[in-house]
C-alpha cells in the first residue's frame, strides 16, 4: 500500500507552491515509513539504506518550519532504528538530534498537542536507550519529563507510554514491586479510555512477573497479548518474542509440552526474522524440555545427548559460546544417566569457565555436572566439594543482589544441587553430618542481617545501573548485537559500586551458619526437630541437649498428602454456621487426618523429646501443618522457623526499649474479627488504626518499632511467589516486600483473619510469604493462621493469646493455651524464636 501512495505521489508533482510543499511533506512520510517497515522485512541495514534517502528529500523542502520538524521525525525514526540494532550508543546521538530539531521547532511557533508529541516520542525513545546503557538517572530525567510534558498537553496515550518506559526502567534496576505498579498503573490508562493494551506493555509486565518469580501470572499475561499478535498478524519478530518469553514460563512452572510448543513456534518466527541468537535461545528451551523428560524417565536414547552435542557444535563462537555450553552441559547429564561416564567427561571438558557476566544458573549447572560425575565415578568428597563450591557461588550472588533477585532457573540449579548433598550424606547416616548440610542448604535468605534500603543515593544509583546493565548485555546477546561497549560500561559501574561499598544494600552482612553446639546451648530445655527428605525418604535431626539423633519417619509423600487432606478438612470445618451434620463429618475426617500425622511425624519421637518444647524446622509441605493440631502437641509450646540458623537468630535479637502495641483493622472485615477495641483493652496503651487511618502509609509508620503489631485485614496468599501476598488495607495492597523497608520490624505480629502464615516453598526449603519476609527482616515472632478461621473462632483465639500475652507469657506458651481450647477451629501457629 504504501508503494502503491508513492506510486501516486510521482503521478501528480505538483506545481503550485502550497500544494507542492504539501506533496513534498507527503513523500517524505511515505519512505520514512518504508524504510521503518523495511526493517522487518529485510533487516535494519537496508531501512537505513532508505532512511538516508529520506534525509536527502527533507532537505529539500522549502519551509523551514516544516524542514525542521521533519529533520526531527527522521532523525527518531534513525535513532529508534540503530537502538533496535544493538547500537545504543549511537542511538542516543542521533535521539539528542532529533530533540534539537523538534525544540527549535517549538520555540518557533505555538506548541500544539501534534508538534509537542514527537518531542514527546523522542524523549521516550532516548529515556528507553539510557535505560539499556543503564544510565539510570539520565533514563529517569527522560521518562519523567515525557510524561510529565505529555500529560501537560492532553497527550494521555504518550504519556502511559513513557509510565511504561518507567516501569521497564524499574525493572532494571531490580525494583520489581515498583515495575509492576508501575505497569499496572499503565495498562490502567489504556483500560480507562477503552484501548488495547500495547503489545510491548504486555511483553514486558510478563517479564516483570518471571524476574518475581511469578511464572504463573507471566504466562497469563502472555496468553492474552498471543491471540491479539496472531489476530493483527503481528510483526514476527514481537510475535516471536511473547512465544519465546510463554515457552520460558511454561518451562518454569513444568509444564514442558506448552513450553515446547512455543519454542518451536518462536525458533520458526525468529528465523525469518533472522534473529540467529534467538533461534538458537528457543532451541535451547527445546533441549531442556527433552532433557528434563529424559531424567525424570530414566530412560534416556543415545538420540537426545546427540541432539544436544549437534547444536552446539554447530553454533558460531565466540558470539553464541555461551548458549553452545549451556547444551553441553545437558548432553553431560544425560550422558551419565546414560551411564557413559566417559563421554561426558570428554564433553565437560569443552565447557570454558564462567566468566564473570555468565548466568548464575549456567555456574550452577556446570556445578551440578561436575558433582554428578564425581558421584558416578565413586567419589563422593569430591562430589560434596564441588556442591559445597557451588553454594558458595550462590551465596556470592546473593550476598551481592539480595535472595530475592535469584530467578526460578537460578533456584532450580541451587535446589539440585542441595538435593544430591542431602542424599549423599544421608546415605552416611550420620546426624550431626545431615545437621550441618541442611543449615548450609536451606533458607538462606534469612541468614542476612537485616537492613533498611540503602541510604547513599550515589550507591543506589551505580548499583541500579549495575543490575540494568547486565540485564542490557543478556538482551543484546539474546538479539545478537555487539556487547563489548555495554561490558565496559558494566566493568566501570561495578568498579564504582563497589569502590562506594556495595554491601550497604537492603541485605547486611551474611551471618554464619549456626554451629550444633550454639543451637543445643540455645534451646536449653526445648527440643529441635528438623525435618528433610531425600527423594521420597523423609527423615528428622533431632537434637536434645548434646544428644543428635536421626529419625527414619517414612513416605515424604504420604505426609504430604496428609497435611495437604488435613488443610482441606479445617478450610472445609472454618464456616461459623456449618450445619451440625457437616461439622461433624468433616471433624471426623481431619481427626483422621491428624492423627496420621501425629503418628507419622510425632509419636516416633516422643522417646527422644518427652514432653519438651519444640522448635519445629519443617521442610517441604510440612511447613503447611498446623502443629497446635496434632494430638501429641496439643497444648505444648511449638515454635516453627525455617531454619535453625533463623531461630537461632531471632532468639539472639538484641533487646530493645519495649516498644507501642499496635491494633490495626482492614476494610471489608466481620464485626467479631475486626473488634480490636476489645483486644487493645489487655493493653495499658495501645495504638488502634481502622477506617481510612488504616492506610499503607499509616500502618507501615506504626509497625517500624511497635513491640505487638495486630493486624486484622483481608489477606492474600500467591502461591507462586507469596513475597507478593499482600494485606488489604484502606487505601489498597500492603505487600509482603514493603515490610522489607521497616528500619525496626515489629518484635511480635500477630496477622490475624487471613492465611498469611502460609508461604511459597522455593528451591532450597526457601519458604517466603507475608510471615516469613517479616522474620526476614527482623521481626521475632509472627503468630498467624495455616488455614481459613472461622470469624467466631478467630475472635475468641485472639482474645485468648492476647490477655495471656499482655500477663506475660511467651509468645509460643500464649498461643498454645489459645489452641487447646479447641485446635480444629484454631490452626494458628508460632513462628519464628517462641
Request: hydrophobic letters at 45%.
Amino acid at each position: 500500500m504504501l508503494r502503491r501512495g508513492q506510486d501516486l505521489a510521482e503521478q501528480v508533482a505538483p506545481v503550485d507552491p502550497e500544494t507542492r510543499s504539501q506533496w513534498q511533506v507527503t513523500r517524505v512520510r511515505l519512505a520514512s515509513t518504508l524504510a521503518a517497515l523495511a526493517a522487518e522485512t529485510s533487516g535494519p541495514i537496508a531501512a537505513l539504506d532508505g532512511l538516508a534517502e529520506v534525509r536527502r528529500m527533507v532537505e529539500d523542502l522549502a519551509d523551514p518550519l516544516v524542514k525542521e520538524e521533519m529533520r526531527g521525525n527522521v532523525e527518531h525514526n534513525r535513532g529508534l532504528l540503530l537502538l533496535n540494532a544493538g547500537l545504543i550508543e549511537d542511538a542516543v546521538t542521533v535521539f539528542d538530534s532529533a530533540l534539537e530539531h523538534h525544540e527549535r521547532r517549538l520555540a518557533i511557533g505555538d506548541p500544539t498537542p501534534a508538534l509537542v508529541e514527537p518531542m514527546v516520542k523522542s524523549l521516550w525513545s532516548r529515556g528507553t536507550a539510557h535505560t539499556r546503557l543503564g544510565s539510570i538517572g539520565q533514563a529517569r530525567q527522560d521518562l519523567a519529563r515525557a510524561v510529565a510534558v505529555a500529560t501537560e498537553h492532553g497527550l494521555s496515550d504518550r504519556a502511559a507510554d513513557a509510565a511504561h518506559a518507567l516501569a521497564v526502567l524499574e525493572l532494571r534496576r531490580g525494583d520489581v514491586p515498583a515495575a509492576l505498579r508501575r505497569f499496572e498503573t499503565s495498562e490502567r490508562s489504556f483500560r480507562e479510555r477503552g484501548l488495547d493494551m500495547p503489545v510491548l506493555l504486555g511483553l514486558d509486565r510478563a517479564q516483570a512477573l518471571m524476574a518475581a518469580g511469578l511464572a504463573d501470572e507471566a504466562g497469563s499475561q502472555l496468553d492474552g497479548v498471543l491471540p491479539v499478535l496472531r489476530a493483527a498478524h503481528g510483526v514476527t519478530r514481537y510475535l516471536g518474542n511473547v512465544e519465546l518469553y510463554r515457552a520460558a514460563a511454561a518451562y518454569m512452572t513444568g509444564d514442558l509440552d506448552l513450553a515446547r510448543t512455543m519454542a518451536s513456534s518462536a525458533r520458526q518466527r525468529m528465523r525469518r526474522w533472522g534473529c540467529e541468537t534467538c533461534v538458537a535461545n528457543a532451541t535451547l528451551i527445546g533441549l531442556r524440555v527433552d532433557t528434563a523428560r529424559a531424567l525424570r524417565s530414566g530412560r534416556v536414547p543415545r538420540s537426545v545427548p546427540r541432539r544436544a552435542l549437534e547444536f552446539a557444535d554447530a553454533l558460531p563462537a565466540p558470539r553464541l559460546a555461551e548458549q553452545a555450553a549451556l547444551a553441553r552441559m545437558l548432553a553431560v547429564r544425560l550422558e551419565i544417566r546414560r551411564g557413559d561416564v566417559d563421554a561426558a567427561e570428554r564433553v565437560l571438558d569443552r565447557v570454558p569457565r564462567p566468566g564473570r557476566l555468565t548466568p548464575i544458573d549456567h555456574r550452577m549447572l556446570r556445578r551440578l555436572c561436575r558433582a554428578e560425575l564425581a558421584v558416578a565415578r565413586g567419589d563422593r568428597t569430591a562430589a560434596l566439594a564441588e556442591i559445597r563450591a557451588g553454594l558458595t557461588d550462590l551465596d556470592h550472588v546473593r550476598d551481592r543482589m539480595g535472595g530475592l533477585e535469584l530467578l526460578s532457573g537460578t533456584a532450580l540449579h541451587g535446589r539440585e544441587l542441595t538435593e544430591l548433598a542431602v542424599r549423599l550424606v544421608l546415605d552416611g547416616g550420620d546426624a550431626r553430618r545431615l545437621f550441618s548440610w541442611l543449615e548450609r542448604t536451606r533458607a538462606q535468605t534469612y541468614r542476612y542481617e537485616p537492613l533498611a534500603r540503602p541510604d547513599q543515593p550515589e550507591l543506589a544509583e551505580r548499583i541500579a545501573e549495575v543490575r540494568s546493565l547486565t540485564q542490557s548485555i543478556h538482551q543484546a546477546e539474546h538479539e545478537g548485537h555487539p556487547t563489548a561497549a555495554l561490558r565496559a560500561r558494566h566493568a566501570e559501574s561495578l568498579r564504582e559500586a563497589n569502590r562506594l561499598g556495595w554491601h550497604a544494600g537492603r541485605w547486611g552482612r551474611p551471618r554464619p551458619v549456626a554451629r550444633l553446639a550454639e543451637v543445643a546451648a540455645r534451646l536449653g530445655e526445648r527440643a529441635l526437630v528438623s525435618f528433610a527428605s531425600s527423594e521420597d525418604e523423609l527423615v528428622a535431626v533431632v537434637v536434645v541437649g548434646s544428644d543428635v539423633r536421626l529419625a527414619r519417619l517414612g513416605s515424604a509423600e504420604r505426609a504430604a498428602e496428609s497435611a495437604r487432606m488435613l488443610n482441606a478438612d479445617l478450610n472445609a470445618l472454618a464456616p461459623d454456621h456449618l450445619p451440625e451434620p457437616l461439622a461433624r463429618v468433616m471433624a471426623v475426617s481431619a481427626h483422621k487426618q491428624a492423627d496420621r500425622l501425629d503418628a507419622q511425624l510425632i509419636q516416633p519421637l516422643t522417646g527422644l523429646v518427652g514432653d519438651r518444647e519444640l522448635v519445629i524446622v519443617p521442610t517441604g509441605a510440612l511447613y503447611a501443618v498446623p502443629w497446635g493440631v496434632l494430638p501429641t502437641l496439643r497444648g505444648r509450646p511449638t515454635a516453627v522457623a525455617p531454619s535453625a540458623t533463623a531461630w537461632l537468630a531471632a532468639d539472639r535479637a538484641a533487646s530493645r526499649a519495649p516498644g507501642r502495641t499496635v491494633l490495626a483493622r482492614g476494610p471489608g472485615l466481620p464485626a467479631a474479627v475486626g473488634e480490636i477495641d476489645g483486644l487493645g483493652a489487655h493493653y495499658t496503651t495501645a495504638a488502634l488504626l481502622s477506617d481510612e487511618g488504616a492506610s499503607v502509609a499509616s500502618v507501615l509508620e506504626a509497625l517500624d518499632g511497635a513491640e505487638v503489631a495486630h493486624l486484622a485485614a483481608h489477606g492474600v496468599h500467591e502461591p507462586e511467589n507469596a513475597l507478593f501476598s499482600r494485606l488489604e488495607l484502606a487505601d489498597g495492597p500492603l505487600y509482603a516486600h514493603e515490610v522489607a523497608g521497616l528500619a525496626h520490624p515489629p518484635r511480635q505480629v500477630v496477622l490475624a483473619a487471613c492465611e498469611l502464615a502460609l508461604n511459597r516453598i522455593r528451591p532450597g526449603d526457601e519458604p517466603l510469604g507475608f510471615a516469613s519476609a517479616l522474620l526476614a527482616v527482623g521481626s521475632q515472632v509472627v503468630v498467624a493462621p495455616l488455614s481459613r478461621v472461622g470469624d467466631r473462632a478467630c475472635a475468641a483465639a485472639m482474645d485468648d493469646y492476647h490477655r495471656r500475652l499482655a500477663a506475660g507469657a511467651r509468645p509460643a506458651v500464649a498461643l498454645a493455651d489459645a489452641i487447646a481450647v479447641d485446635p480444629l477451629r484454631r490452626p494458628f501457629v508460632c513462628l519464628g524464636s517462641g
